[in-house]
């Protein structure tokens, strides 16, 4: 059978037969080749029995099977991957929300941080907050437009003391003009472009580039 006459020949002999096996893997191809060698060189004197060459021919016929369906299914995962990549075009101008709730201060170094304001904002404030809970910041949201505002922070207190390094809450809150109250939750800015091109997709929110996997939801 071909799988015995395989395993006996040695790469010279399949290179005179003109089989390229440098892997010792077989291709379809190459399964052929040596099926049709083998019919060549068989003993007249004791042909290859008809089960015998059902038996290899069905041996082929599951390899080129095989190897279409892989090729098959390859191309339909790449082709669905890129659907769903690109499909994240659509979601700019939605909101992202990265679950975040504060941010990090390191070696009392300044930072910035944004908040969504969905409104024309009458009056509000936003407050920077310890792991106490205590109001460490407060900065005015009096007639602050609508959109994304970014805010800049020192890595101070109210009276100008220097804070430790650590995590900080963000909360924030505005009234329109009607007096109705919104809650500006930090983490959740709209999505105003898709960058493509590294591991994964980023989506951008505010100033910053944030990789899909960093994304908890988008709505």
């Not at 003109?18 to 190459?30: A, C, H, I, R, T």
């Not at 029995?49 to 790449?78: H, R, V």
């Not at 207190?157 to 329109?176: C, F, P, Q």
């Amino acid at each position: 059978m071909i799988t015995s006459f395989a395993t006996t020949t040695n790469t010279t002999d399949l290179a005179a037969l003109g089989v390229s096996n440098p892997k010792g893997v077989l291709k379809s191809e190459d399964f052929l080749k040596l099926l049709l060698t083998e019919l060549k060189y068989q003993d007249p004197t004791q042909p290859m029995d008809t089960q015998t060459m059902l038996t290899q021919t069905s041996q082929l016929a599951q390899l080129e099977a095989s190897t279409t369906t892989k090729t098959t299914l390859d191309n339909l995962s790449k082709t669905m991957t890129l659907g769903q990549t690109y499909a994240l075009a659509g979601a700019i101008g939605r909101m992202a929300d990265t679950g975040s709730k504060g941010v990090v201060l390191q070696d009392g170094r300044p930072v910035s941080f944004a908040l969504f304001n969905p409104v024309q904002a009458a009056s509000g404030s936003v407050v920077i907050k310890g792991s106490d809970g205590g109001v460490v910041r407060t900065f005015d949201m009096a007639n602050q437009k609508a959109g994304t505002v970014v805010f800049d922070w020192d890595g101070r207190d109210a009276n100008g003391n220097k804070m430790e390094d650590g995590l900080y809450m963000i909360e924030g809150t505005v009234a329109d003009a009607n007096g109705a109250i919104y809650t500006l939750k930090y983490g959740a800015l709209p999505i105003s472009s898709v960058r493509f091109g590294k591991s994964e997709p980023e989506l951008k929110l505010g100033n910053d580039y944030i990789a899909l996997s960093k994304i908890k939801e988008i709505y």
